[in-house]
């Protein structure tokens, strides 16, 4: 984060990136017809970048306070001057106590979750951010302005226009310093058309023992309150909750209902694509359609139903792991009117490289056109490459041709997808149709290639399609890339080129038991049910991803124990067991967050964390679930959220209902809210030790619970499980005479025997 000094005071500046990124309706006062029909977008951003402080509305103040959802901040005496008004709207203050001698402010934010708390306390040393500060930026498309004026109003406060004048020099550089996307934003605010109680604020504190960082409040989003660091390359999300009494998070509706997209590989790989969508605006709208796209990529020119349309783009994001996107606002003449609208987006730029062994790498796989969350459209691909290569997307086939140096693939969904892949390589193709698929195996034609990459996805959609029910498409592609890891969309997968490989000939460093399950038994079965756990049904969010991911592993699982036996799947899950109690950095893997916080436990830690929190605690949590059900509960999970949400994202609490609604009689926690707090929103996996009658639990948490299930043999012999909620530290159990029980086994339940 940069700093600015007004005029000795370190003042956190905006550094060209937002603090969350920009949705659809980020909100301002109600906009004059003036407004809407002549003002650009340009003239707007070059106002916001000169604004001035306001020497009529700069005042020494003291006592005043404002609440945006549960981030309270309190002015206690100091100097503010409000920012010279954009198109006669106020979207910035300056405060500072530099000029008064007891000057003083201070902010305040309690998050409302023990893990929000935990995140917190892991960047501040404290589980609530209390932080008095010096200066502050505000920028706002919110009632910020006119509430601060009511309250300066209401008291005995006297006019400091000599304030405006000291800082102006300064704040004309902060201005100017203002990041282009946070411009955006807020010109996006000034155009759009949304009630003012839905517009966001953004303070950038100058703390006086943390230093710079961010406070933000946005109703519209499913995370209100967030508070972070910005860095030189990403954002430091310190804390990010939905504020108390707002009631629960509603999806938007698909905007996008289909995708035409037109996209010529260079012969130096770079992409120029033209993609058509139809847009549906709502009343809130304006004159802005918000979308994003990776930030390797330039939107040249844009059309809104054959107008041309400014463009307001920002590079460089980063939010956690995966692809860096950016911002992107089209801008129209006019006001949109409600309902379905074309857009048209020309751009350019680099997603594929070719790597150190002639492999082709696609970076940016989720964000290589112009996309809105959520989506399910019908994409219609066509791709233009060197005839040499060979190009496998998203969708059913409907020609692939050569003529001269240039290959023409022509791909299109039949049914709505929520996203879209690509990729290409210098490849052998072979084929078979089978069960109802048709099933395309893309492999290097320089690599050692193992055993039939077909028959193997073959037997995996015969499983899974049994088991569940056969998948809506027609068409399955396999193909490699060349790293450690797999990928799913929609008909495509990307399956790491070391699977493709015999064992012997993959790296020494690979060559191991725990490698050889990863590459050769569960990579493919993960990402072929990926095409049920992840593209049929959704996650709604970064917090639920871990159902997808953690399903898709379950599933590769059950494959491994009809084809390899139940003591290959103990192997694994004793491996996972494992590499979640591992030391990194002092800490035990499992413990740097709960299973929720998904890609945030990067920022928290490091990928490794991220993956085996995510992966191998899922597939365990998973696993424990499917023991709490049985058998054909469970199944019956898998089809029911199968059916049910196959046409909507799935949160951690739809997910949590949808197991309880089949949780068989006789058993604790009857809607699996102990379940989910202790496994899935909370940290922990304890040493269990059963001797005289009594369980400890330790190397958790005070308030760690935990329903144990007990294989107890009663006086008469007869064996019964039995469910008992035990805590941390020494449970006794009062047990009928004569009846004994046991823990369960290692593999059934996530716990660590005691030494």
């Not at 933000?216 to 999300?237: A, C, T, W």
């Amino acid at each position: 984060m940069k700093l600015l000094w007004v005029p000795c005071l370190a003042l956190a500046l905006v550094s060209g990136r937002s603090v969350t990124p920009a949705h659809a309706r980020n909100a301002n006062v109600s906009k004059t017809q003036e407004i809407e029909d002549h003002v650009t977008a340009a003239s707007l951003d070059a106002a916001v970048a000169h604004m001035t402080p306001d020497p009529e509305r700069s005042f020494h103040i003291r006592d005043i306070q404002f609440v945006r959802g549960d981030v309270k901040i309190y002015l206690n005496e100091g100097s503010i001057s409000f920012l010279t008004p954009i198109a006669g709207k106020t979207i910035a203050a300056v405060f500072s106590t530099e000029a008064v001698e007891a000057g003083d402010a201070e902010v305040i934010v309690l998050p409302p979750q023990r893990n929000e708390r935990a995140a917190l306390a892991a960047f501040t040393k404290s589980p609530n951010l209390d932080e008095h500060f010096n200066a502050a930026l505000f920028l706002f498309t919110d009632n910020t302005a006119r509430e601060l004026m009511s309250a300066i109003n209401d008291r005995p406060v006297r006019k400091a226009p000599g304030y405006a004048t000291q800082i102006a020099a300064a704040t004309d550089t902060l201005a100017r310093s203002i990041g282009p996307d946070m411009r955006n934003r807020l010109v996006a605010g000034l155009l759009d058309d949304h009630n003012p109680e839905q517009g966001f604020f953004y303070g950038a504190i100058g703390g006086k023992t943390l230093g710079t960082f961010d406070v933000s409040y946005n109703p519209i989003d499913p995370e209100q309150v967030i508070i972070g660091r910005e860095g030189s390359n990403s954002f430091s999300l310190w804390s990010s909750f939905r504020a108390r009494g707002t009631g629960s998070f509603r999806q938007p509706e698909t905007r996008v209902s289909r995708y035409r997209i037109a996209a010529d590989i260079q012969s130096d790989l770079s992409l120029k694509a033209d993609a058509v969508m139809n847009w549906n605006a709502t009343g809130a709208n304006g004159r802005v359609i918000p979308l994003h796209i990776a930030d390797k990529l330039h939107i040249d020119s844009a059309q809104i139903d054959a107008q041309p349309a400014e463009v307001l783009q920002s590079q460089g994001i980063t939010y956690g792991v995966g692809d860096k996107e950016d911002p992107v606002y089209l801008i129209s003449n006019g006001v949109i009117a409600p309902g379905t609208h074309e857009l048209r987006i020309g751009y350019h730029g680099s997603v594929v490289r070719k790597t150190s062994d002639d492999s082709y790498f696609v970076d940016d796989r989720n964000a290589w056109y112009p996309f809105t969350r959520p989506i399910r459209a019908i994409f219609d691909l066509t791709f233009r490459c060197s005839a040499n290569l060979r190009l496998v997307s998203t969708g059913d086939l409907v020609s692939d041709d050569v003529k001269g140096d240039t290959r023409t693939v022509h791909r299109v969904t039949h049914i709505p997808e929520a996203l879209a892949g690509f990729n290409l390589g210098d490849y052998n193709v072979t084929s078979e149709d089978h069960g109802g698929y048709h099933i395309e195996s893309y492999s290097n034609k320089a690599a050692d290639a193992k055993a039939d990459i077909t028959k193997e996805t073959a037997a995996l959609l015969d499983f899974y399609s049994k088991q569940w029910m056969p998948l809506p498409i027609h068409s399955i592609a396999v193909s490699p890339v060349p790293a450690a890891f797999g990928q799913g969309f929609p008909g495509l997968i990307y399956l790491s080129d070391l699977s493709y490989l015999p064992s012997e000939s993959r790296p020494l460093t690979l060559q191991t038991a725990e490698y050889e399950r990863f590459f050769s038994d569960l990579l493919l079965p993960h990402e072929v049910a990926h095409q049920w756990w992840g593209n049929l049904v959704t996650a709604a969010d970064y917090r639920s991803g871990w159902i997808m991911e953690a399903l898709a592993n379950y599933s590769a699982l059950q494959f491994m124990k009809q084809t390899r036996g139940s003591g290959e799947v103990d192997k694994v899950l004793d491996q996972y067991r494992s590499n979640l109690a591992r030391v990194e950095n002092g800490k035990a893997i499992e413990t740097y967050g709960p299973l929720e916080f998904g890609t945030r436990l990067v920022d928290l830690a490091n990928a490794n964390v991220w993956h085996a929190i995510l992966y191998e605690k899922g597939t365990w949590v998973i696993h424990m679930l499917h023991q709490r059900l049985g058998d054909e509960a469970f199944l019956k999970l898998e089809t029911t959220l199968l059916h049910d949400y196959a046409d909507r994202p799935i949160t951690n609490e739809d997910f949590r209902r949808a197991a309880s609604a089949l949780l068989p009689p006789r058993q604790p926690d009857k809607n699996l809210s102990s379940f989910f707090d202790t496994w899935v929103y909370g940290t922990g996996i304890p040493k269990m030790q059963y001797r005289g009658g009594e369980i400890t639990l330790s190397g958790v948490d005070d308030d760690f619970t935990a329903d144990v299930p007990l294989r107890c043999r009663s006086k008469q012999k007869s064996l019964d499980i039995r469910w008992i909620r035990l805590d941390s530290g020494t449970n006794a159990l009062d047990l009928p005479p004569g009846d004994s029980c046991q823990l369960p086994s290692s593999s059934e339940f996530l716990y660590n025997p005691a030494s």
